[in-house]
């Protein structure tokens, strides 16, 4: 029994004599680390000075300088518009078309600027983004309403009437707002390709010609053909046929033969040897009987 009671005393030493140390050390660090730093919060009135806008004068440059309290994570905003006339009512708000802003942020002293237009303008420092298209009257689309519009700081003008709207381009110094960029599309016309038709080639037909024929030469019928004989050498005894010697002469006493007479001597001659000489012929080839 004194045995069990001496290892728990001694146990209850080790343990105290452990905690003693830590309690040491934790106590020194404590004494050494920095003090602890309040968090800042944003006050109700985030701009510790406010220089209000400046310079606002048609087509001149506006700035203004503003210095955001610690704390303070709000948006100021530096807005000139082109405005209908020179003075500003909730009716007419509507037609202000926006022009240039800036919007600066975070804790510090900060400097806007921006163009103000060459025509009636307002230009307004505000808390936040900017409002592209105010109103209408009845409505809560404007700073004031919402509470945003910084304390005496808006400023209307202007002697000239301002243009319909056109695209500008070109920034102001200071200011990092691009104008908006109207775009125009013009519709594109096809215009169709030319069809060039060739003229139509009529050829006249071929005309075939017949092959040339030679004249015929027709013999004339009226001249007479005149047969010629030559008699020469021949006597009147020599043409004696036996069984004609009884003709009668065609010539007159004591004068000579016509060709006429001659002729036809001849052709008596001829016929009585045709016919002595077919009758000899025939009895030839007669059959027998």
């Known amino acids: 029994m004194r045995k ?12 105290l004599f452990g905690a003693y140390p830590g309690a040491l050390v934790a106590a020194a660090m404590d004494r050494g680390s920095a003090p602890a730093v309040a968090e800042v919060t944003c006050p109700s ?13 048609q087509g001149g ?41 800036q919007t600066v942020s975070g804790a510090g002293l900060h400097t806007l600027s921006v163009a103000v237009p060459n025509c009636f303008f307002q230009v307004d420092l505000v808390f936040g983004q900017p409002i592209a298209q105010l109103g209408p009257a009845d409505s809560n689309n404007f700073y004031s ?13 202007g002697t000239t009437a301002c243009a319909p709207p056109t695209t500008d381009t070109s920034p102001p110094v200071g200011d990092t707002t691009v104008a908006p960029v109207t775009v125009v599309t013009q519709p594109v016309v096809v215009t169709p390709p030319t069809i ?18 030679g004249a015929v030469t ?7 053909i005149t047969p010629t004989v030559d008699a020469t050498g021949v006597t009147p005894s020599a043409l004696t046929v036996p069984g004609v010697q009884g003709l009668p ?4 006493a004591g004068g000579g033969s016509s060709p006429l007479t001659a002729v036809g001597i001849l052709f008596l001659v001829l016929g009585a040897f045709l016919v002595l000489g077919a009758f000899p012929l025939r009895l030839a080839v007669r059959p027998a009987r």
């Open 196 to 213: 060039i038709t060739p003229p139509t080639i009529i050829r006249p037909p071929t005309i075939i010609r017949p092959p040339s024929i």
């Open 45 to 57: 009135d985030p701009l510790t000075a406010n220089s209000g806008i400046l310079g606002a004068v």
């Open 145 to 157: 309403r919402q509470g945003r519009l910084i304390s005496g700081s808006s400023v209307t003008g």
């Open 61 to 101: 440059i506006a700035t203004a300088s503003v210095t955001i309290a610690a704390g303070c994570s709000v948006e100021v905003s530096l807005v000139s518009y082109k405005a209908p006339a020179a003075s500003y009512t909730f009716e007419s708000a509507g037609q202000q078309v926006l022009f240039r802003s």
């Open 4 to 15: 069990a009671s001496n290892v728990v005393s001694i146990a209850l030493f080790m343990i």
């Open 218 to 224: 027709t013999p004339s019928l009226t001249t007479p």
């Open 249 to 252: 002469s065609s010539s007159t």
